[in-house]
């Protein structure tokens, strides 16, 4: 039986260094990135004024469907910050969340904009990504990004459960948003 596991969550909280590094320790196992698909295969319709592709979700399912169904691997990764409003069928989501001072940190590093941050800092703020993907997996996992987050998604892969953590990254955005100079909601 094939086990898929999508990880999600805000850009900069590790989806991806995580993926990799569970991915290593399994025997069989194919990592698919979302956003890779998306590039690969032209699922999008168009670009925002900023540049940013805009996501055709529909075909992006789709192809990760195919993709699961064609895969003869025992475990299929799925990793992208997109996964949190699609429904991968069959799929535990994995929710990464990280500290809002670490992401800052990550994105300005990156050479985001600062409307990008400040959009991608309230989303992780009031867990966009954990909310969405409750309306759209059955079961849904929510993790700190850092160590120990490799070790709990292979637990939950062979069937275990990590301890249930409240991960609460709102009282944070106060003194965030003064960082970034702008007024507090």
């Known amino acids: ?13 590790g989806k991806t260094t995580i993926s990799r590094r569970v991915a290593g320790k399994l025997g069989s196992c194919e990592l698919i990135s979302a956003n890779d698909l998306v590039k690969e295969k032209g699922l999008y319709t168009g670009h925002t004024k900023d540049g940013e592709i805009i996501v055709d979700m529909r075909k992006l399912g789709s192809e990760i469907g195919r993709r699961i169904r064609s895969s003869s691997s025992d475990a299929i990764i799925i990793e992208g910050h997109l996964l949190c409003d699609i429904r991968v069928n069959g ?10 001072g670490t992401l800052l940190d990550r994105m300005e590093k990156r050479g985001y904009g600062r409307k990008k941050i400040e959009d991608n800092i309230v989303a992780e703020a009031i867990d966009y990504c954990g909310v969405n993907a409750m309306g759209n997996y059955t ?7 850092g160590a120990v987050a490799v070790d709990q998604i292979l637990r939950i892969i062979k069937g275990g459960r990590p301890k249930n953590k409240d991960i609460e990254m709102l009282g944070e955005l ?3 948003l003064k960082k970034l100079g702008k007024a507090v909601i």
């Open 91 to 100: 799929a535990v989501a994995i929710v990464i969340r990280e500290h809002l």
């Open 1 to 13: 039986m094939k086990i898929v596991v999508a990880i999600t969550g805000t850009p900069g909280t």
């Open 139 to 145: 079961e849904v996992y929510e993790i700190e990004s």
């Open 174 to 176: 106060d003194s965030i």
